[in-house]
C-alpha cells in the first residue's frame, strides 16, 4: 500500500490556484464546482483548442474547480464555444445548443467568437457567436492564455 | 418424398381465392386435437388410461396404443403446443392464402404427433413417426413454387428419410433382441445390441431434434415452412426426438453405462454452443429461432447427459435435478419457441420481411406483436422473468453440485459442461436482444417496415395463449411441479431421489439451493412501481418537459441508415469467434483511373454459412454420388437385364428360406 501513501504525501502536481474570480452568474446545474462543459468549434483556427487542452491538461487541470469536458450536448449544462461562425456550422450550432438542456450557459471562447477577430470579412463567414445564439460569458484573447479560460471557467462554477 | 412431390401442384389453383371456411375448420380441429391431446395426456400423468389395441389398422402386429406418465407428458406438450397454433393459422392462413391441401395436412401432422408419444408398441411408433415425417414434409413444401422452399424440402426430405432408416433399424434390433414388439414386453437386451441399438437411435432421433452434426435441415426447413408450421416443428416435433431419447435410450435401455452420458453430454453442449453462436450472426429472424432451437435441444440433450453421467456416478440427487431440469427446458422451450415462431410469422404476413437488416420499428405499428416477441425471447434468453430461466438454474445448480462427487470422469466433465451452458446462456441473450432489439425496435430500415400493420385477432388470440405459457412458467413454475414429480418417477436415472419441493420456491432435492421466480417477480414489479411513483412524485417539482428533436450530432435528422444493424451488432461476436464460424468476406476497391488513392466504387459482401454444414456434407455427398454412379452400371436399362435381377433374387430368397 505504499503508493496510496505516496500520493497522499505527493498531492497533485499543479500551478497553484489564483484567488477566486467574481461570480458571473449562479452555477447552471444549481450545484456550485460542478460544470459540465460541451466544446463547439465553430470555425476556430484550432489556437483556442491548443489553449483548451491545456487548460483540461495536468498543469491547469480545471477539473480540480469542477469543470469538465462531456462528450454530448444532452450531458452538457453549458457551451464552450471557439471560432467565427461559419455558414456550415450555424445550424449545427443551434442545433446543439437547443440540444443543450436547460438553465444553460454559452461561454464564447476567443476574439473571433466575440467580434469575428482577425477572419471579419472572409467570404465564408456568418458572424461571431453572440449574432447566432446568445452568450453569457465571454473570454478575450487571441488566443486566450489558460489562465483567462480558467478565471471565466470558475467564474461560472464558482470555486 | 413422391407423396409431397405428387400432391405439391395441386396447391396451385388454390392459392388464388382466399380460403376462408377451409382455414377456419383446419385451425379449429388443430386446436382440438390438440386439446384433445393435452387431456388425455393430463389423465394419463395423474390416472390411468387403459391401452388401446386395433388389430386390423395395420396388417401383423396392428395398432397399440398405450401411455404411461412419460408418453402422457409429451402428449400433452405436443397438445398444448397444438392449441395455439390452430388458432393462430385461421387467421394466418386468410393473411398468406394457404392452400388446401397444406390446411388438410396440418391437423394430420398434428394427429400423428400425437401419435408417436401414445404408441405402445415399436410398430406403432415407427407408422406414427413415419406419417409424422411425412405430413411435416408436405407441409414444408407449401410454398413450393419458390426454389428455397424446394431445395429446403429436399434437404429435408433426405435427412429426415435417413433418420428414420437409422430409427428403423436401431428399434428392429431393439424388438429382436428384446423378443418383443410392445415396449412393456420387452426383456433384457444383450449388450452388444444394447450399445447398437444406442448408436442407431441416438443418430436417428438426433437428426430429428437438430443436434450438431445432423442439424443442418433445420436451419432451412424451418425459415422456409409456414410460420404456424415452422411452430409446429420447432416447438412439438423435435420434442419427439427427445422423446425417442429419453423412452428408448434412458427409459427402456436405461438408465445406461456412463459412456451413453458422456455422448450425449459432448453432443448436447456442441450443439448448444454451435446453434447459439450461429443464432447470434443469424440475420434472418426465422433462422435465428431455428438455430436457437439447436441450442435449446442441445441444452436439453445436455441435462440428460448429465443425468446418465452422475446417475452412474452415484449422484441421485444431481441426477434428479438434470433430468427435471431436461424435463422443465422441454415444456420452456415449446412456449417460448412456439410463440417466437408465431411472433416472427406476424412479422412476415405484416412487412414479408425476415432480415432482421430490413426490419426495425414496429413497436409502434405492431405493440402486440412486439410485446409477445419480447415475451419469448426473453424466455429464449433465460434471465429471470423469462420462461426458460428456472430450467437452465436447475441445470447450473445439477452441474454445480456434482462437481464434489469424489469421481475423476465426473469432475472431469463438469467444469467444461457448466462453462458450454453459461457460453450458450450469455450469447442467447445477445442473439435475443438482437431479434428483439433490431428487428422490432428503433426506426424502420425498409418501406415493407415501415408500412406492417398489426396481426388479425385469431393471430393475436393463439400467440396470446402461448404467451400466458411463457408468463406462467417464467412466475409461477411449481404449477409443472406435479407433473414432473410423475415423469421423473418413471425414469431409472432419476427414480431413487424425489423432486418433492417443486413449490413457490424451489428447493434442490437432498442438496442446499433454492430459487424462487416468482419472489424475484414480485420484487422487481414493485421497484418499477415504487420507480414509477417516485419519478411522479418527483415530477412535480421539475420545469415543463420540453419536445426536443433527436440529438443527431448536429446534423438535421438521424436517418435508418445511421442505426445499428443485425450484422453490425453482431460483428464483434463473430471476430471474436472467427475460427468457427468461418464467416467468407469480400471487400472490392474499384480505383479512379487518375490515381490509385482515389475509391470510385468499395464493395462488401459478408456471408455466414454453415461451417459444420460446408465441411461434414460435401465429402458424404460427393461418396454417395460415386457409390450411385457404380449403382448405375448395372442400370443399364435393358428390361431383360432387369428380369434376370428379378429372377436372381426370387432364387436367392427360395435358397435362403429354404
New interface residues.
Given amino acids: 500500500m505504499g503508493w496510496i501513501g505516496k500520493i497522499l504525501r505527493v498531492g497533485r502536481v499543479v500551478e497553484r490556484a489564483d484567488p477566486r474570480p467574481e461570480p458571473a452568474m449562479d452555477p447552471p446545474a444549481g450545484v456550485r464546482g460542478s460544470l459540465q462543459i460541451r466544446h463547439v468549434d465553430a470555425g476556430s483556427c484550432n489556437g483556442c483548442e491548443v489553449e483548451i487542452s491545456a487548460v483540461f491538461g495536468p498543469v491547469y487541470d480545471a477539473e480540480r474547480f469542477g469543470a469538465r469536458l462531456v462528450a454530448s450536448p444532452r450531458h452538457a449544462d453549458g457551451l464552450l464555444v471557439t471560432g467565427v461562425v461559419t455558414h456550415n456550422m450555424a445550424d449545427p450550432l443551434r442545433n446543439t445548443v437547443a440540444a443543450t438542456p436547460q438553465p444553460r450557459v454559452v461561454i464564447a471562447c476567443g476574439d473571433c467568437a466575440l467580434n469575428r477577430g482577425v477572419f471579419r470579412d472572409a467570404y465564408g463567414v456568418l458572424g461571431a457567436v453572440g449574432e447566432v445564439v446568445p452568450v453569457d460569458v465571454e473570454i478575450p484573447g487571441c488566443p486566450p492564455t489558460p489562465t483567462d479560460i480558467i478565471e471565466a471557467l470558475r467564474s461560472v462554477t464558482g470555486k | 418424398m413422391t407423396a409431397a412431390l405428387t400432391t405439391a401442384p395441386a396447391t396451385a389453383p388454390n392459392t388464388v381465392h382466399g380460403n376462408g371456411f377451409g382455414s377456419a375448420t383446419a385451425g379449429i380441429v388443430t386446436s382440438c386435437l390438440g386439446a384433445a391431446g393435452v387431456w388425455v395426456g393430463l389423465l394419463a400423468m395423474f390416472a390411468t388410461v387403459r391401452p388401446l389395441h386395433i388389430g386390423w389398422l395395420v396388417p401383423l402386429s396392428g395398432v397399440y396404443l398405450a401411455l404411461d406418465p412419460l408418453g402422457g407428458f409429451f402428449l400433452a406438450l405436443t397438445g398444448g403446443v397444438a392449441i395455439p397454433v390452430g388458432l393462430y393459422a385461421i387467421g394466418y392462413a386468410r393473411r398468406e392464402q394457404l392452400g388446401r391441401i397444406p390446411l388438410a395436412v396440418l391437423p394430420v401432422f398434428v394427429a400423428a404427433m400425437l401419435l408417436v408419444p401414445a404408441a405402445g408398441s415399436v410398430t406403432t411408433f415407427l407408422v406414427a413417426w413415419e406419417l409424422m415425417a411425412l405430413a411435416s414434409l408436405i407441409l414444408v413444401l407449401a410454398e413450393h413454387t419458390r426454389s428455397e422452399v424446394r431445395s429446403a424440402g429436399l434437404m429435408y426430405a433426405v435427412m429426415t428419410q435417413l433418420g428414420f432408416v437409422a430409427i428403423l433399424i436401431g428399434l428392429m434390433v431393439l424388438s429382436a433382441a428384446g423378443g418383443a414388439d410392445r415396449f412393456a414386453a420387452l426383456g433384457p437386451v444383450p449388450d452388444g445390441a444394447r450399445m447398437a441399438v444406442f448408436a442407431l437411435t441416438v443418430a436417428g432421433f438426433g437428426s430429428k431434434a437438430g443436434l450438431v452434426p445432423l442439424h443442418a435441415w433445420l436451419p432451412r426447413a424451418h425459415p422456409e415452412a409456414p410460420s404456424p408450421v415452422s411452430a409446429l416443428m420447432s416447438a412439438a416435433m423435435v420434442n419427439l426426438g427427445i422423446y425417442g431419447i429419453v423412452r428408448f435410450d434412458l427409459q427402456i435401455l436405461g438408465p445406461g453405462p456412463r459412456w451413453w452420458g458422456l455422448v450425449l453430454l459432448v453432443i448436447g453442449g456442441v450443439s448448444a454452443v454451435y446453434g447459439v453462436l450461429q443464432a447470434t450472426v443469424a440475420t434472418d429472424l426465422k433462422r435465428l429461432l431455428a438455430y436457437s432451437t439447436t441450442e435449446n435441444m442441445g441444452l436439453i440433450t445436455m441435462a440428460l447427459g448429465a443425468a446418465t453421467l452422475f446417475a452412474d456416478a452415484g449422484a441421485h440427487a444431481p441426477a434428479t435435478i438434470a433430468m427435471a431440469a431436461a424435463m422443465l427446458h422441454l415444456v420452456a422451450h415449446a412456449a417460448f419457441k412456439s410463440l417466437g415462431f408465431l411472433a416472427a410469422g406476424s412479422v412476415l404476413a405484416a412487412t414479408g420481411l425476415r432480415d432482421l437488416d430490413r426490419l426495425g420499428g414496429l413497436a409502434r405499428k405492431m405493440p402486440a406483436t412486439t410485446l409477445l416477441f419480447g415475451l419469448a425471447a426473453l424466455g429464449a434468453a433465460g434471465l429471470p422473468l423469462g420462461a426458460g430461466f428456472a430450467s437452465e438454474w436447475l441445470l447450473i445448480q445439477s452441474l454445480i453440485h456434482a462437481a464434489s462427487t469424489h469421481d475423476t470422469l465426473v469432475a472431469l466433465t463438469v467444469p467444461l459442461a457448466v462453462g458450454a451452458v453459461a457460453l450458450t446462456t450469455g450469447l442467447g441473450v445477445a442473439a435475443m436482444v438482437k431479434a428483439f432489439g433490431i428487428g422490432f425496435l428503433a426506426r424502420p430500415r425498409s418501406v415493407g417496415a415501415a408500412d406492417a400493420r398489426e396481426a388479425p385477432g385469431t393471430m393475436l388470440a393463439g400467440m396470446t395463449i402461448a404467451a400466458a405459457g411463457c408468463v406462467m412458467l417464467a412466475v409461477a413454475p411449481m404449477v409443472a411441479g406435479p407433473v414432473l414429480q410423475r415423469v421423473l418417477a418413471g425414469l431409472p436415472a432419476a427414480n431413487l431421489v424425489g423432486f418433492s419441493d417443486f413449490g413457490a420456491v424451489i428447493r434442490l432435492p437432498g442438496l442446499s439451493g433454492s430459487v424462487s421466480p416468482g419472489l424475484i417477480a414480485a420484487g422487481l414489479a414493485a421497484a418499477v412501481v415504487s420507480a414509477v411513483v417516485l419519478a411522479r412524485w418527483r415530477s412535480r417539482q421539475r420545469?415543463k418537459p420540453?419536445a426536443?428533436?433527436l440529438?443527431?450530432c448536429?446534423?438535421?435528422d438521424l436517418t435508418p441508415r445511421m442505426q445499428y444493424t443485425a450484422t453490425s451488432f453482431a460483428e464483434p461476436l463473430q471476430r471474436v469467434f472467427d475460427d468457427v464460424l468461418r464467416p467468407d468476406t469480400d471487400i472490392e476497391v474499384t480505383h479512379l483511373a487518375e490515381s490509385r488513392y482515389m475509391a470510385e466504387a468499395i464493395t462488401y459482401r459478408a456471408e455466414i454459412a454453415d461451417a459444420v454444414e460446408q465441411r461434414t456434407y460435401p465429402p458424404v455427398i460427393r461418396a454417395v454420388t460415386a457409390a450411385a454412379g457404380l449403382v448405375r452400371r448395372a442400370h443399364t436399362g435393358s428390361v431383360h437385364l432387369y428380369l434376370a435381377y428379378g429372377g436372381l433374387g426370387v432364387l436367392i430368397v427360395l435358397v435362403v428360406s429354404r
Avoid: E, N, Q, Y
Fill in positions: 420545469p420540453v426536443l428533436p440529438w443527431a448536429g446534423a438535421d
